[in-house]
């Protein structure tokens, strides 16, 4: 029987040592692929769309905000959960971010299972919402 592959998730952070923290915690259950900087992300994730991004809030160049933003205006990459994970706690900040169209807020420092839990549950409404839309698809197919 093959294994089925595990599904990405992308960490967009300019601190090395989140990086590395939120990597080891991950990499048990998901590929992981990692980015310091906006601009790197929005490559490597135009290239090979992961299925759901931790994304950071405050880094150089470009912030989250504007790399949700850009995520969201692109067919593309319009679909994949974002979760802001952040040191930036106020309720502005966090309603800026689900304004933005991220699914999810997680505040630094991390609880490690509460994380993995929250990837697992909008990874599993992504995956429900797909199969929605294929199965409306198939029904005005059929209709």
Same mark, same amino acid.
């Given at each position: 029987?093959?294994?089925? /592959?595990l599904q990405t998730v992308m960490i967009v952070d300019d601190m090395a040592v989140n990086l590395s923290l939120i990597a080891s915690i991950l990499s048990d259950y998901y590929h992981v692929k990692i980015a310091k900087s906006g601009a790197r992300a929005l490559s490597l994730i135009n290239q090979d769309p992961p299925?759901?991004?931790l994304l950071d809030i405050v880094m150089p160049d470009m912030d989250g905000y504007e790399l949700c933003l850009k995520l969201?205006?692109? /067919?593309?990459?319009?679909?994949?959960p974002i979760i802001f994970l952040t040191s930036k706690n106020s309720i502005q900040d966090e309603e800026h971010g689900l304004t933005l169209g991220a699914v999810d807020f997680i505040h630094k420092p991390i609880s490690p299972p509460l994380t993995l839990a929250r990837i697992q549950t909008h990874l599993e409404l992504k995956r429900l919402k797909a199969w929605q839309q294929e199965q409306m698809q198939i029904e005005s197919i059929t209709n």
């Open positions: 029987m093959m294994k089925k /592959p299925d759901i991004i969201k205006s692109q /067919p593309l990459t319009r679909a994949i």
